[in-house]
């Protein structure tokens, strides 16, 4: 049996292996992700930078809704 690996959130077992996260982490990533997604239709025009300063989030977590395809913006 392939190891599913750990969740980089929390450092949990992961069940799923395309994910890096576990489920209970997924569900707070989704949802930081629906945050972002309501800042950037308010303002189509806020680049990465701006959004990490308006949503109070991380560049690195920014980037990674970026990576999972959350976000559609230009760097
Ligand atoms: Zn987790």
Redesign the pocket.
């Given at each position: 049996m392939q190891e599913s690996g750990f969740?980089?959130?929390?450092?949990?077992v992961?069940q799923n292996q395309k994910i890096s996260?576990?489920?209970?982490?997924?569900e707070v990533f989704r949802n930081d992700c629906q945050k972002v997604r309501s800042l950037l239709a308010e303002n189509p025009k806020l680049t990465i930078l701006d959004l990490v300063n308006v949503s109070g989030f991380s560049l690195q977590r920014v980037r990674q809704m970026i990576e999972y395809g959350a976000l559609k913006i230009r760097e």
């Amino acid at each position: 049996m392939q190891e599913s690996g750990f969740c980089t959130e929390c450092g949990k077992v992961k069940q799923n292996q395309k994910i890096s996260f576990c489920n209970a982490c997924y569900e707070v990533f989704r949802n930081d992700c629906q945050k972002v997604r309501s800042l950037l239709a308010e303002n189509p025009k806020l680049t990465i930078l701006d959004l990490v300063n308006v949503s109070g989030f991380s560049l690195q977590r920014v980037r990674q809704m970026i990576e999972y395809g959350a976000l559609k913006i230009r760097e």
